[in-house]
């Protein structure tokens, strides 16, 4: 069966310093790789999604960066964190045709 | 533009009884839809999906129902549990190949005992 994996579930980091949210999927070829966020009491935005390595689409312009070295591997990343980039990051894998299954996300908070 | 949204921000109802959450979309071309549970710190789980193609679907305990006249959507659940405590997405989906969801912006569902 697929697994979808997201780490830290937790992450504190002052403005201005450097962050990397990795996720990983297990057992599926080629899937999409997607990165939303959502504000607190707020519905998912999409970030960035990604159909194959070093295949990178971004939704929103943002202070945040992407990428998929491997197949089954996707990486969020930002040079300077702002104030305003916390928020939950949610990791989803989905085939063509079939729902997002998403991981259980990363609470980033920039202080 | 694309646009999702519930009715409702919250619903209580009693633990037994039927739930009905509600969701109004606004583009005629979407043709893929999909009901999230997600419970505190965690991330969204997959409920139940339906095509455009369809009106109703159930699984377990379950049912979704699409009005395409009306671009409305609601989930429906059967004999509410407390774990039925949730928010509650529905997302829409109007692309061939990647899913590029929409999420609205959630219904929280309390079950009163």
């Known amino acids: 069966s697929q697994t979808i994996h997201q780490w830290p579930a937790t992450l504190v980091q002052p403005v201005g310093s450097p962050l990397s949210l990795e996720c990983t999927v297990e057992?599926?070829?080629?899937?999409?790789l997607y990165w939303y966020r959502q504000a607190a009491g707020r519905g998912l935005q999409l970030l960035f999604y990604?159909?194959?390595?070093?295949?990178i689409s971004s939704e929103v312009p943002q202070n945040l960066s992407a990428s998929r070295p491997q197949d089954r591997q996707f990486i969020l990343s930002s040079k300077k964190l702002l104030l305003s980039d916390s928020g939950f990051y949610l990791c989803?894998?989905?085939?063509?045709?079939?729902?997002?299954?998403f991981g259980n996300g990363t609470r980033l908070t920039v202080t | 533009g694309e646009s999702v949204g519930l009715h409702l921000p919250t619903l209580s109802v009693q633990e037994g009884d039927n739930s009905i959450i509600n969701c109004a979309y606004s583009n005629s071309a979407s043709d893929y839809f999909i009901w999230y549970k997600q419970e505190s710190g965690k991330g969204p789980q997959f409920i139940i999906d339906i095509r455009s193609n369809m009106d109703k679907r159930q699984g377990q305990r379950v049912t979704v129902l699409l009005n395409k006249t009306v671009k409305h959507l609601s989930l429906q659940i059967a004999a509410t549990q407390p774990g039925d405590s949730a928010v509650y997405f529905c997302a829409e989906n109007s692309r061939e190949g990647a899913q590029k969801l929409v999420f609205g912006q959630g219904t929280r569902l309390t079950i009163n005992p």
């Open positions: 989803a894998w989905s085939l063509n045709g079939s729902p997002l299954h």
């Open positions: 990604s159909v194959g390595i070093g295949q």
């Open positions: 057992g599926t070829s080629n899937p999409n």
